[in-house]
């Protein structure tokens, strides 16, 4: 079994995934900015990435390490400084990392790193896959330094995997809950744009995918995190209602409206990522959820 050390732990994926490799037998240790001491499972060690301080007994015995801090992209308003916030707490915090074991002895084999989708840009309905360029706003910026990032610890002779993650659907987190608020109220809005791919994926199967890098050492390089059938925002939302079993009405929303309130971060919302899959299923993975139906469907049983 690997001992794993996470990044990033407490947030939505992270604290999922840390239950479900626990579950699988597999030890976990977690770099946050507090012990907070939620899992006794779990060793939990401390970093400052602004002051560049780590425990470096984070890293004693492990031999993975998955990359998941960054400060969250929809938390806030995209002001110059808020952007320059979301790279440096993704860039920096890898860079901590990698000078830290750079400099003192370890037995770290493999770094995997989030990355995302958003890394292609708005793309109308062209299929995506892992070799396409990337596109050339603020998201596709980040998730290239992103990876950047990451890259560089092959200069360690560690195995890289980037993972890139889509529309994560969760009963906690993620797109879901903004996607859904209206609908008891008898109204599904979707953004009316054509077209308008959503790469969505199962949170279960983010973290099976990642769990599949652990364990899979043919594993290196980019991979999108997508379910096989990227849907329309519009049938996305059709499903949401079928799903809850709700009799709410579709409404088509402008975009120029959302793009008058979140300004330029309306973009987050509004690209369209149709993702090839393939890859990750080349590489053995299979998915738990590949309708989104079904995956909507576990979601609320489990809410």
């Known amino acids: 079994m690997a001992h794993i050390l996470i990044t990033g732990a407490s947030g939505l994926v992270g604290t999922r995934m840390t239950e479900l490799l626990l579950q699988k037998g597999h030890k976990v240790s977690t770099l ?3 012990a907070d001491k939620r899992n006794k499972k779990v060793k939990e060690f401390k970093w400052d990435v602004e002051k560049g301080e780590i425990e470096t007994a ?3 015995g492990v031999d993975t390490i998955i990359h998941l801090a960054g400060a969250g992209v929809a938390d806030k308003r995209w002001t110059d400084e808020r952007k320059k916030e979301i790279i440096d707490s993704r860039v920096k915090s890898a860079t901590l990392l990698f000078n830290t074991l750079h400099n003192n002895k370890h037995s770290v084999t493999t770094f995997i790193s989030a990355s995302a989708v958003g890394i292609y840009g708005d793309s109308s309905a062209r299929v995506l896959k892992e070799d396409t360029h990337p596109g050339n706003d603020f998201l596709a910026d980040v998730c290239v ?4 990032a990451a890259l560089k610890f092959k200069e360690l002779g ?3 995997c980037r993972l890139r993650i889509g529309i994560v659907l969760a009963k906690d987190g993620g797109a879901l ?6 609908v008891p109220l008898g109204i599904a809005p979707y953004f009316a744009k054509e077209p308008l791919f959503y790469p969505w994926i199962h949170i279960d199967d983010v ?3 990642f769990i599949h890098a652990v364990e899979n050492n043919n594993m290196e390089g980019a991979y999108n995190l ?10 996305l939302v059709q499903n949401i209602v079928k799903a809850k079993d709700s009799h709410a009405i579709l409404v088509p929303t402008p975009v120029f409206a959302l793009k008058i309130a979140l300004g330029e971060s309306a973009g987050m919302v ?5 993702c090839s899959s393939e890859k990750i299923e080349r590489s053995g993975y299979s998915f738990k959820f590949k309708d989104a139906l079904t995956a909507l469907k576990d979601i609320y049983k489990k809410a």
Do not use: H
Not at 145 to 148: D, G, I, P, S, V
């Open 32 to 34: 946050g900015r507090r």
């Open 58 to 60: 984070a890293f004693e």
């Open 145 to 148: 330094k992103w990876e950047e």
């Open 158 to 160: 560690m195995r890289v």
């Open 177 to 182: 809950p903004q996607l859904d608020k209206t």
């Open 207 to 209: 973290c099976g995918i």
């Open 226 to 235: 997508s379910a096989p059938t990227p849907l329309p925002i519009k049938e």
């Open 270 to 274: 509004t690209a369209s990522l149709n």
